[in-house]
């Protein structure tokens, strides 16, 4: 039976009876034991806490990326006392929600890269695929892929979190196709080792970008570039320089 979802006012003392109850049972049981309205009042706060994310995504969503705690809890119809006890801080949710919404890009870009056939293929599927979500909600990509105030710079993000969970996924989804299709030396062990994160870089800046770009008659639509990026992941800029004609 699923408990009812108590009301702000009575969850601090629901908390403390259920403090209270788990010191009794492990008094009775010999410090070991944890009893069931404390198993059951657990699974209550991991679905409640699910719930606040899936209503915290479909705020910033709304609301764009610079939506406040007040703002987020107002649309989720509840306090900004409840995310902070659930989360911590802004930080806390916007690590909670990337788990989320990193985890199902990941998994997106994972289907994507199945059905390539040659790495270039590969390539192209996952940069469409990571562009595709991405363009779906760019409040909530900018919302778990930007710093919170006093959070850290652009020297810590790439192995912090969530983001870095993800990119080291993507990196080695790049790395192991190359190395299948390249073979084992000394020199390609080197490319194998450094480029996928070299064109993770290129992708996200890429990408990012390109999101942030205003629609225009100039501003390629998601196919177009996610090809573009391809091509300069594939061949760089080599192609463009060659068709431009040498200087007088």
């Known amino acids: ?5 108590p009301s702000v006012p009575d969850t601090l003392g629901i908390v403390n009876n259920v403090q209270a109850d788990l010191s009794d049972g492990r008094r009775a049981a010999g410090g070991g034991a944890i009893d069931g309205r404390a198993s059951r009042w657990q699974s209550h706060r991991e679905e409640r806490r699910a719930e606040l994310i899936k209503s915290a995504r479909k705020a910033v969503h709304a609301l764009g990326s610079d939506a406040s705690m007040e703002e987020i809890a107002a649309a989720a119809g509840t306090s900004k006392s409840v995310f902070y006890r659930y989360f911590g801080d802004k930080a806390g949710l916007q690590q909670a929600v990337g788990e989320v919404v990193l985890s199902q890009m990941q998994r997106r870009i994972q289907e994507a890269a199945r059905s390539a056939e040659t790495p ?3 390539l192209f599927a996952m940069v469409s695929a990571y562009l595709q979500m991405a363009e779906t909600s760019p409040n909530v990509y900018t919302f778990v892929t930007r710093y919170a105030a006093g959070e850290p710079g652009p020297g810590s993000i790439a192995t912090a979190g969530a983001l870095g969970h993800f990119f080291a996924a993507i990196s080695d989804m790049i790395a192991r196709p190359m190395r299948s299709h390249l073979g084992a030396s000394a020199g390609r062990e080197a490319v194998i080792g450094y480029w ?3 064109a993770i870089g290129l992708v996200r800046n890429a990408g990012e970008q390109w999101l ?3 629609a225009s008659p100039v501003k390629p639509d998601q196919e177009a570039m996610a ?3 391809t091509d300069w992941l594939c061949f760089g800029i080599a192609p463009e320089l060659q068709d431009r004609p040498a200087p007088a």
Request: proline residues 18%; without cysteine.
């Open 120 to 122: 270039r293929e590969g």
């Open 1 to 5: 039976m699923r408990l009812p979802i």
């Open 227 to 229: 090809r573009q990026i």
């Open 212 to 214: 942030a770009s205003p």
């Open 196 to 198: 996928p994160n070299a």
